[in-house]
């Protein structure tokens, strides 16, 4: 991607003569995508639209204003055109992919009932129920990104203290782990993964039916089919699952600090969008106990 990218600032630089600043703009937007792309060990002409929603999301999650999303956005589209006009990619995935507006919009997220329901979905009856029930379990108990849960490596879960570690390229933290998570991991554990691993090198937590570390394309289809199955209507991402974690762990008293801490949020100001879902039982409580409410 290195060599396409110089190639498409040459162009912008020479055919469309753009000024230094507006050029320095575009290097910094595609050399961050390109980055983001190697981290996560992804082919950028192989992308499809959900991939770019997703780091549309990852920039989000680390703190950048929608206006730097939508000029970020419109430098990796203008990217594609140009890799798509010279025969190199047979797909622009940043087509009909929409910029966030510059307000912050509420995040999609699911109820409690809901979120029962999902994860109610898959059953332990078999080395793949057994798997998508940790899994769903998981994401939704620790409110990591999906690159960071096909990122685990089976050493970085910790079951006697109930707790995971998420490392990332700068930090790491740890998440605790709730008990029927903890539950629903430890069958897949000692009872599944065991059995779909073919090779004993791999490391990954969560692995396909071949025994390889599962891809961000694999749990997207998971939760797919499970929502399908339990006949939700909205539309559930691994992001979803991350939202909803947050939203709940706030109504139930979580204070904003610890969410945050938890999520990997680099700002609090990308922890604060939560806040419009605290429910009026907080409300009445402030009310009751506040002495000038």
Same mark, same amino acid.
């Given at each position: 991607?290195?060599?396409?990218?110089?190639?498409?600032?040459?162009?912008?630089?020479?055919? *469309? *003569?753009?000024?230094?600043?507006?050029?320095?703009?575009?290097?910094?937007?595609?050399?961050?995508?390109?980055?983001?792309?190697?981290?996560?060990?992804?082919?950028?002409?192989?992308?499809?639209?959900?991939?770019?929603?997703?780091?549309?999301?990852?920039?989000?999650?680390?703190?950048?204003? !929608?206006?730097?999303?939508?000029?970020?956005?419109?430098?990796?589209?203008? +990217?594609?055109?140009?890799?798509?006009?010279?025969?190199?990619?047979?797909?622009?995935?940043?087509?009909?992919?929409?910029?966030?507006?510059?307000?912050?919009?509420?995040?999609?997220?699911?109820?409690?009932?809901?979120?029962?329901?999902?994860?109610?979905?898959?059953?332990?009856? @078999?080395?793949?129920?057994?798997?998508?029930?940790?899994?769903?379990?998981?994401?939704?108990?620790?409110?990591?990104?999906?690159?960071?849960?096909? !990122?685990?490596?089976?050493?970085?879960?910790?079951?006697?203290?109930?707790?995971?570690?998420?490392?990332?390229?700068?930090?790491?933290?740890?998440?605790?782990?709730?008990?029927? !998570?903890?539950?629903?991991?430890?069958?897949?554990?000692?009872?599944?993964?065991?059995?779909?691993?073919?090779?004993? !090198?791999?490391?990954?937590?969560?692995?396909?039916?071949?025994?390889?570390?599962?891809?961000?394309?694999? +749990?997207?289809?998971?939760?797919?089919?499970?929502?399908?199955?339990?006949?939700?209507?909205?539309?559930?991402?691994? &992001?979803?699952?991350? &939202?909803? +974690?947050?939203? &709940?762990?706030?109504?139930?008293?979580?204070?904003?600090?610890?969410?945050?801490?938890?999520?990997?949020?680099?700002?609090?100001?990308?922890?604060?969008?939560?806040?419009?879902?605290? @429910?009026?039982?907080?409300?009445?409580?402030?009310?009751?106990?506040?002495?000038?409410?």
């Amino acid at each position: 991607m290195e060599k396409q990218i110089k190639s498409f600032l040459e162009f912008l630089k020479i055919e *469309k *003569k753009m000024s230094a600043n507006t050029l320095q703009s575009y290097e910094r937007d595609v050399l961050q995508f390109e980055r983001y792309l190697d981290a996560n060990k992804l082919n950028y002409a192989k992308l499809k639209q959900e991939d770019i929603k997703e780091y549309m999301e990852h920039l989000q999650d680390i703190g950048k204003k !929608s206006s730097s999303i939508s000029r970020s956005l419109a430098s990796i589209r203008s +990217f594609y055109q140009y890799e798509l006009r010279n025969k190199k990619i047979k797909n622009n995935p940043t087509e009909n992919v929409q910029a966030p507006k510059v307000e912050k919009h509420a995040p999609s997220i699911l109820s409690s009932q809901e979120i029962e329901l999902l994860l109610n979905q898959p059953k332990d009856i @078999d080395l793949k129920g057994t798997r998508d029930k940790a899994m769903l379990e998981f994401a939704y108990a620790t409110g990591m990104r999906v690159t960071e849960i096909i !990122s685990l490596n089976i050493d970085d879960v910790n079951l006697e203290n109930a707790t995971v570690v998420c490392k990332t390229a700068t930090k790491q933290r740890t998440i605790p782990l709730g008990s029927l !998570s903890l539950k629903a991991l430890k069958e897949y554990i000692e009872e599944a993964r065991p059995v779909i691993v073919k090779n004993d !090198s791999e490391k990954a937590l969560f692995v396909n039916v071949n025994g390889r570390r599962l891809t961000r394309q694999g +749990f997207w289809k998971i939760i797919k089919y499970y929502k399908e199955q339990a006949h939700i209507t909205k539309d559930i991402t691994p &992001h979803v699952l991350r &939202h909803s +974690f947050a939203t &709940h762990l706030l109504q139930n008293g979580a204070d904003l600090k610890s969410i945050q801490t938890m999520l990997g949020h680099s700002d609090i100001s990308s922890t604060q969008i939560y806040m419009q879902f605290q @429910d009026d039982s907080i409300k009445n409580i402030y009310r009751k106990a506040h002495p000038r409410a």
